[in-house]
């Protein structure tokens, strides 16, 4: 099984990317993201429990998280893969996916990091804003999450390297060309 973790700044195009991917390689997307508007559109427990977390721009605990990626995880028991957007954002998260993968006999076996400037995120995620009217996007919030994602997700880059895992990729251009990029560099990895 390929299991394949895409990250980078909030607002790099990971949402997207994911998804073709997924199309692509026949792989199940999880989006830790999704799940949560998800559950906070349909006011479910979960969805109440991470609404304040995230419209802080705030990390939900690692253990719901692990929780919740397990369950997603069940849901697709005939994939060849998985693509997990945003997550792990901690090199904690690494640890507990990797235990999580161990007991499915599984492991990570590429890091993928979309590299994006900061100025060019906070004009993404404003616009994206705008035009979806999304509550969590305002630019305290995204300042805020630039800040944890420097602070706490950028050690993973050092994880997975050591781990043989990581490769970066451009994530400022045009939507195929970034995608182009990243089959390139999963082709050589499968």
């Not at 590429?110 to 993404?124: G, H, K, S």
Request: proline share 3%.
């Amino acid at each position: 099984m390929f299991n394949f973790i895409l990250f980078g700044p909030p607002g790099s195009g990971k949402g997207t990317q994911s998804i073709k991917i997924a199309e692509k390689y026949g792989f199940a997307h999880i989006s830790t993201g999704d799940i949560f508007r998800k559950n906070i559109r349909e006011k479910t427990e979960l969805g109440l429990k991470v609404q304040g977390i995230i419209e802080k721009g705030e990390l939900v605990p690692d253990e719901l998280l692990i929780e919740i990626l397990e369950d997603a995880m069940d849901q697709y028991p005939n994939v060849s893969g998985f693509v997990f957007d945003g997550f792990p954002r901690t090199t904690q998260q690494a640890h507990d996916l990797d235990m999580m993968l161990n007991k499915r006999e599984e492991s990570v076996s590429l890091v993928l990091a979309l590299e994006v400037n900061d100025d060019e995120i906070l004009t993404r995620l404003l616009k994206r804003a705008e035009l979806e009217g999304r509550k969590d996007d305002t630019k305290e919030v995204i300042e805020n999450r630039i800040s944890i994602y420097n602070d706490q997700t950028q050690p993973l880059i050092e994880f997975y390297t050591e781990k043989g895992k990581f490769k970066s990729v451009e994530g400022i251009g045009g939507i195929d060309d970034i995608f182009k990029s990243i089959c390139e560099i999963i082709d050589q990895h499968k």
